[in-house]
T-cell receptor, first 115, second 116 residues
């Protein structure tokens, strides 16, 4: 089946530093990747939609200069949290789809803790 | 945009009982409705999905029903087991097409607890 690999699974960083999260589709070419954020005991909130070779589309209220998304190839998308603050601590999950397939395949998620 | 409401927020049942979770959506053009099970600290796992041209779908103990007219869909779990305990999310996609194809809006989630 379709596998999406996300790294790192956990990261702890100091306030003010930047963190990069990678999302890779291992056995398919991801036409579109989605980045979600999930706070404890809450639902998944879409942050942005990423299509290969084009700029990401951000949801309302998500700062594009703070959450930098790069989708340079059909198998890799990265999310960089710049100048992280404690309120950015959350569970970040990527998902990917390809072609006309509508179902999503999720990565394992990254638990970010900003101290 | 699409808005998805999910109820109840928590559901507690005895092992062997049935569990029903309901969702409503706002965009009549939505045509794909997946259900996910998420265990603590893990990724959502697709357990069943239904498309708008189907009214009901069943997979062993799990079934989903869709009422397009009323814009609501439900998850039914029969003969519940303790390992069914998790958070369940419904979702609906935006209308198909364009660069947002496959974009899902999630419900608020239901914490299901199955007591042995």
């Amino acid at each position: 089946g379709a596998v999406v690999s996300q790294h790192p699974s956990r990261v702890i960083c100091k306030s003010g530093t930047s963190v990069k999260i990678e999302c890779r589709s291992l056995d398919f070419q991801a036409t579109t990747m989605f980045w979600y954020r999930q706070f404890p005991k809450q639902s998944l909130m879409l942050m942005a939609t990423s299509n290969e070779g084009s700029k990401a589309t951000y949801e309302q209220g998500v700062e594009k200069d703070k959450f930098l998304i790069n989708h340079a190839s059909l198998t890799l998308s990265t999310l960089t949290v710049t100048s992280a603050h404690p309120e950015d601590s959350s569970f970040y999950i990527c998902s990917a789809r390809w072609g006309t397939e509508i179902s999503l395949h999720f990565g394992n998620g990254t638990r970010l803790t900003v101290t | 945009g699409e808005n998805v409401e999910q109820h109840p927020s928590t559901l507690s049942v005895q092992e062997g009982d049935s569990a029903v979770i309901k969702c409503t959506y706002s965009d009549s053009a939505s045509n794909y409705f997946p259900w996910y099970k998420q265990e603590l600290g893990k990724r959502p796992q697709l357990i069943i999905d239904i498309r708008s041209n189907v009214g009901e779908k069943k997979d062993q103990r799990i079934a989903v029903t869709l009422n397009k007219t009323a814009k609501h869909f439900s998850l039914h779990i029969t003969e519940t087991q303790p390992e069914d305990s998790a958070v369940y999310f419904c979702a609906a996609n935006l209308r198909a097409g364009g660069t947002s194809y496959g974009k899902l809006t999630f419900g608020q989630g239901t914490i299901l607890t199955v007591h042995p």
